[in-house]
Antibody, heavy 117, light 111 residues
Framework: EVQLVESGGGLVQPEGSLRLSCAAS????????MHWVRQATGKGLEWVSR???????NYLDSARGRFTISRDNGKNHVYLQMNSLTAGDTAVYYC???????????WGQGTLVTVSS | QSVMTQPPSASGTPGQRVTISCSGS????????VTWFQQLPGAAPKLLIY???QRPSGVTDRFSASKSGTSASLAISGLQSEDEAYYYC????????????FGGGTHLTVL
């Protein structure tokens, strides 16, 4: 069974930093593109970043330069380093795995990031 | 970044068939596959449809989807109370540096 478990969320002050982690199990992690998608309270889904199987990366315009996505295939982990955080980054952050072989996608349960003084 | 448009709400009575539309552009739906997600209250989104019209194992065949040009649609037949949820379409967009774009979501109410 595929499981994605996020951690690292919490309360951070404006201009602060946070590192989110996502642990994958039940998968051949090296076959997965990994994404971070966020959802502010009462709002829709917003894609944040992607790292492909080859390590190529993509970012939401407002995240580029502030956020860095990375992966460790040996540990089956994907990370999102978030710097210069603002209130607009407050949301539940979901880890999403895309199996490049089957085209199936899997979601974690999310981790809440709150940016507030 | 580009927008994909969904109606904010839809409704139907038990047993009815409802459809939810998703309108995009040549750089997203027109060029790439469409995915649909269901989000039940208080839960994480769940994969409903992938590669335009494929159902993952465990998803009832009451859900179906199609794509034509730069638009897509999700159909739910035999509506049940447990179908009340938010539904999101998504597609990769090839413009700029590439990004994944979601529709704004449609809240389905079962009357």
């Amino acid at each position: 069974e595929v499981q994605l478990v996020e951690s690292g969320g919490g309360l951070v002050q404006p201009e602060g930093s946070l590192r989110l982690s996502c642990a994958a199990s039940g998968v051949i992690f090296s076959n997965y593109d990994m994404h971070w998608v966020r959802q502010a309270t009462g709002k829709g889904l917003e894609w944040v970043s992607r790292i492909g199987v080859a390590g190529d990366t993509n970012y939401l315009d407002s995240a580029r330069g502030r956020f860095t996505i990375s992966r460790d295939n040996g540990k089956n982990h994907v990370y999102l380093q978030m710097n210069s955080l603002t209130a607009g980054d407050t949301a539940v952050y979901y880890c999403v795995g895309f199996d490049t072989l089957s085209a199936l996608l899997y979601w974690g349960q999310g981790t809440l990031v709150t940016v507030s003084s | 970044q580009s927008v994909m448009t969904q109606p904010p709400s839809a409704s139907g009575t038990p047993g009815q068939r409802v459809t939810i539309s998703c309108s995009g552009s040549s750089s997203n739906i027109g060029s790439n596959v469409v995915t649909w997600f269901q989000q039940l209250p208080g839960a994480a989104p769940k994969l409903l449809i992938y590669e335009n019209n494929q159902r993952p194992s465990g998803v009832t065949d009451r859900f179906s989807a199609s794509k034509s040009g730069t638009s897509a649609s999700l159909a739910i037949s035999g509506l049940q109370s447990e179908d009340e949820a938010y539904y999101y379409c998504a597609a990769w967009d090839n413009s700029l540096n590439g990004f994944w774009v979601f529709g704004g979501g449609t809240h389905l109410t079962v009357l």
